[in-house]
């Protein structure tokens, strides 16, 4: 599962591992988030090209792919708790781009749609 949900495109994908549950990647900063399955670690990892990303998840052994980009990036632990916040606004930015498009698309549609159409006193 693949969210685009900023506009530079920053990306979350679930992959099938059984070392790593989540993997996000922020093109803007080239930051490349891992979250590991067993205690919910996090690890962040610095100026990752996108196209490693993108291997990251095709790659058929997730955890042998992870070793190689732990020897080339720089990384740190980052907090869960962060992460989940950044997840969760992801998600909220996402929902609200597409509130907004749905609602421009059909702004005549809608302009043109009186209360009593839809039986509904205001």
Do not use: H
């Not at 989540?22 to 990892?45: A, H, M």
């Not at 930015?93 to 597409?98: C, G, K, V």
């Amino acid at each position: 599962m693949e969210m685009d949900t900023a506009s530079e495109a920053w990306l979350v994908a679930n992959i099938e591992s059984s070392v790593v549950a989540t993997v996000g990647y922020d093109p803007c900063s080239k930051d490349l988030y891992v979250e590991f399955k067993k205690g919910g670690l996090v690890w962040r990892y610095l100026d990752v090209p996108r196209s490693t990303y993108q291997e990251f998840l095709s790659a058929p052994s997730a955890g042998r792919y992870l070793a190689g980009i732990k020897r080339s990036y720089e990384a740190s632990e980052f907090s869960r708790d962060e992460w989940v916040r950044m997840l969760a606004s992801r998600q909220r930015t996402t929902i609200d781009a597409l509130a907004l498009a749905l609602y421009e698309r059909n702004a005549e549609w809608l302009d043109g749609l009186r209360s009593s159409d839809l039986g509904i006193a205001f």
